[in-house]
């Protein structure tokens, strides 16, 4: 379980140079990722417990195909005991697969905020972070601060109605919890952020009603589905379909041992 294809549909991959974390807000109730490694025990043999994959830095140039990488599905990137030239490390292979995007997510937002600028934010880089109810809405203004091509927001698992300012933000993404004690969520909260997407032009993806499973109450909002992606991912795949990623890679840094063993 160290990588793989995802059924997350806003993304194509996820990437795991780290694993394990601890919970930080309500949105962490139920975390995912937790139960996945308390599901698959040899898989997570450290548990929850943070723990670095230095033997993964390399997937991503071993993946020719230009895709969207959710970075740390299983962790928070900007975990505090993260060490920052780990961090680093993990932003040059970034910059150095450039026919990828990357998408990072966190709830760490003073971390993020004391971090950034010490970080190379190369133009294949996305940042957001989760807003699950108002009370964490201050997250945004460490996001705005970002030098990230396209910052975006996921209020995944939705807990309130929310009102948001979303200068500077180019996505929301938005999401009912799944599972045995999914909390509910209110169609109103989920028009209303709607609504304010439409005001200031941010495209809006709606995951899932959630419910007991994540496909129980399915993906339809009065009749419509809303899958909407930034225009950044255009742009990159016309940028990058017709390249040859192979030969792109003589030239960057990782090329070596990694290409040749595809
Ligand atoms: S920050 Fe994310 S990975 Fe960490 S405990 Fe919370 S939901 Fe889970």
Redesign the pocket.
């Known amino acids: 379980m160290s990588s793989s294809n995802t059924g997350i549909e806003w993304t194509d991959k996820t990437w795991n140079p780290t694993t394990g974390?601890?919970?930080?807000s309500p949105?962490?109730l139920h975390?995912y990722?937790?139960a996945l490694t308390e599901r698959f025990p040899k898989s997570f043999q450290e548990g929850f417990k943070l723990t670095l994959h230095p033997d993964r830095l390399d997937q991503p140039g071993k993946w020719r195909t230009p895709s969207r990488i959710f970075v740390n599905s299983m962790?928070?990137l900007f975990h505090e005991d993260i060490p920052f030239e780990y961090l680093q490390e993990i932003f040059a292979i970034m910059r150095d697969t450039p026919w990828h995007v990357y998408q990072i997510l966190t709830?760490r937002d003073k971390n993020l905020a004391k971090l950034a600028p010490q970080l190379e934010w190369a133009k294949n880089i996305w940042m957001g972070v989760s807003v699950e109810n108002q009370r964490y809405v201050h997250r945004i203004d460490a996001l705005r601060q970002v030098p990230a091509t396209v910052r975006f927001l996921s209020c995944e698992p939705l807990l309130s109605e929310l009102s948001l300012d979303l200068t500077g933000i180019h996505w929301v993404i938005v999401g009912g919890e799944s599972g045995y004690q999914h909390r509910p969520i209110e169609p109103e909260w989920v028009r209303g952020i709607l609504q304010q997407t439409r005001e200031s032009e941010t495209a809006f993806f709606f995951k899932q009603w959630g419910g007991h499973h994540s496909k129980a109450g399915g993906k339809l909002l009065d009749e419509c589905t809303w899958s909407e992606m930034p225009s950044a991912w255009d742009e990159h795949l016309i940028e990058w379909q017709n390249q040859k990623i192979s030969r792109h890679q003589k030239s960057s840094k990782i090329q070596s041992k990694d290409l040749i063993t595809i």
């Open positions: 974390c601890n919970k930080v949105g962490c975390c990722a937790e962790s928070d709830k």
